[in-house]
């Protein structure tokens, strides 16, 4: 990649998440693209068949065992977070600062 596009990577990061959106919604926005090129904000939609998507949708329980062998327990505690209240009100501050109304 060029130096140039490093260098506006480095800076787009240090944008709240909310100045980031509206930095891609520009970017996307004031981008030219010859007339024989499809839009890369066009979405393509996967087909799938309704025996998939019943497959894709079945839930299968796991066990304790399974639970504890796969690492899922002690979500807390592994991310250092001691008070999940005060964790809880620290994030949505975060969200009031970078999200101006």
């Known amino acids: 990649m060029s130096v140039i596009y490093d260098e506006v990577y480095k800076l787009a990061q240090q944008l709240s998440e909310n100045d980031q959106v509206r930095l891609i919604d520009a970017l996307l926005e004031n981008r030219h693209t010859p007339d024989n090129q499809e839009d890369i904000r066009e979405t393509v939609e996967p087909e799938y068949t309704d025996s998939e998507v019943a497959e894709l949708m079945q839930v299968e329980p796991l066990s304790g065992a399974e ?12 991310l250092e977070i ?6 809880l009100e620290g994030q949505r501050e975060k969200q009031r600062r970078n999200y101006t109304w």
């Open 67 to 78: 639970i504890v062998a796969r690492g899922l327990t002690g979500m807390w505690a592994d």
């Open 82 to 87: 001691d008070d999940s209240l005060s964790w």
